[in-house]
């Protein structure tokens, strides 16, 4: 049994990086659709947007991760872990888009970047 306990764990890691490097990667996703579409001026607003849309982004993850939780709750077994999984994934860009929005005050930025309300 030893050997299974081993397998189990090995399963149980790659897992995990799985689940956190598609968190990476659905945060990055938000972040490219924000600069296609003009929402930040320069690389050098790139700390606005973040201080700005990544807390928002934040809360929605937080609120996608327990809704889908919830469904894989009502789902069949056959769903139940691909459902599990993508709400781990968003937990887990949460967690990530929670770090950057702490980050992100301390990044330099230029003040001509700032909405006119904020001068």
Known sequence: MVVGDQVEKKKGKQETVKIIITGFLIVLFCIIIGILFSVIKSVSCIKYFMVGIIPTLMVIYFILAGLLYLLGM??????????????????????????????????????????????
């Open 74 to 119: 009502v789902v069949d077994a056959k769903t139940k872990p691909k459902v599990r999984f993508w709400a781990k994934a968003f937990l887990a860009a949460g967690i990530i888009a929670f770090v950057l929005a702490i980050i992100a005050p301390a990044l330099p930025g230029e003040e001509s970047c700032l909405p006119p309300i904020y001068m």
